[in-house]
Nanobody, 121 residues
Framework: QVRLVESGGGLVQPGGSLRLSCAAS????????WGWYRQAPGKQRELVAG???????NYADSVKGRFTISRDNAKNTVYLQMNSLKPEDTATYYC???????????????WGKGTLVTVSS
């Protein structure tokens, strides 16, 4: 069983910063990649940023230069540093991890429950 716990969401003013964290726990054998997604009301879920086990990163065009994804392999944790936040960044942010558990023979995706980020004055 794998569990993801996100933290760090909240209310912030435009131009402000937040740092999201997502920790994976349970029967983890190997992690392939992490991702942060977001879903605003009435919109589809979209990829915000991703990072592979090798450290390669990719970002949505809308957050390039403002958001930074990083990971701590020893803690099975991924972070999303969000700077220069805009009202359009308001959404529920979800953590995703692709990993191999001890009880499986293939890599699978797991999702957190989401953390709300609201950017408003």
């Amino acid at each position: 069983q794998v569990r993801l716990v996100e933290s760090g969401g909240g209310l912030v003013q435009p131009g402000g910063s937040l740092r999201l964290s997502c920790a994976a726990s349970g029967s983890i054998f190997s992690i392939n990649a992490w991702g942060w997604y977001r879903q605003a009301p009435g919109k589809q879920r979209e990829l915000v940023a991703g990072i592979t086990s090798a450290g390669s990163t990719n970002y949505a065009d809308s957050v390039k230069g403002r958001f930074t994804i990083s990971r701590d392999n020893a803690k099975n944790t991924v972070y999303l540093q969000m700077n220069s936040l805009k009202p359009e960044d308001t959404a529920t942010y979800y953590c995703n991890v692709n990993l191999l558990s001890h009880s499986s023979t293939r890599f699978m995706d797991y999702w957190g429950k989401g953390t709300l980020v609201t950017v408003s004055s």
